[in-house]
Structure formats: C-alpha cells, structure tokens
C-alpha cells in the first residue's frame, strides 16, 4: 500500500507575509503551493507508478507461463491423437504416418492463416479519416483560389 505524504499547509504567517508583499508577493505565494501541491502529486503518481509496473509485470509473467504451458498441451493433445489414431491401424509403423499426416494439416492450416492475413492486410485502413482529409485538402485549394 502507498502511503503518500502530505503537501505541507502554509501557516497564517506565510499567509499574511504574501499579503503584505502584494501582488507580486501573492503571485510568487500561489507559484510556490502551486510547485509544492505538483510536486506531491508527482511522487505519488510515481510511487503508483512502480507500484502499477511491478503488478502488470506479474500478470504478464503469468500470461507468458500459461502461453508456455498452453504450447505443451497443444502438442501432448496432439501426440495422444497421433498415437490413439495409429492404435487402431494394425500396422507397426503407423503413428509416422498419421504423425505426418498431422504436421501436413498444421502447415495447411498455417498457410491458410497466412494467406488470409494476406487479405485482410490489402484492406484499406482510416479510409473516413483519409476522405476528412481529401475534403479538407479540396476546400483549401477552392478557398485559396478564389482568394486570387
């Protein structure tokens, strides 16, 4: 828990002494609260700020480990299949070939996901953004030629 410190209170002294100088003394009393309340606020946004740092860098840790041991079962699920699949071919080297058949259909499977991120990276992005702009381009060169 963060425990911030409190911005020091002007004492009525300080008070009447920035009165008495003017405005010049109230304009230099309210740049002093003014840098001392800032300067407060930014220790605290510090100290929340590595207090925030070390908790999402906890949960990215955690997310890095179940992305890890996801990957395991991925591929111990697929041994399974390999191996339940080739049980039931009386042959003595069929999980090879089951094996292979599954490497085949994870490389098909990759090159489909490739071949459609091809596509979607062809789609036009910020297109209203880009008309905003086309317009605005357009009415700037019809508003500075009829200014001629």
Known sequence: ????????????????????????????????????????????????????????????????????????????????????IAWFIPSEGAWIWVTLGVALLHFGAAIGLLFWARAKLAAPMFTATLDEFKKDNEWLTTTSGSRN
């Open 1 to 84: 828990m963060i425990r911030a410190t409190e911005p020091p209170q002007p004492r009525p002294a300080d008070r009447r002494a920035a009165a008495d100088a003017g405005f010049i003394g109230r304009i230099s009393g309210f740049l002093a609260a003014l840098s001392t309340y800032l300067r407060v606020r930014f220790q605290l946004a510090g100290l929340e700020a590595k207090e925030a740092m070390v908790h999402y860098a906890l949960i990215g840790g955690l997310a890095a480990g179940a992305l890890v041991v996801s990957v395991f079962g991925y591929f111990f699920l697929w041994m399974a299949v390999i191996f339940g």
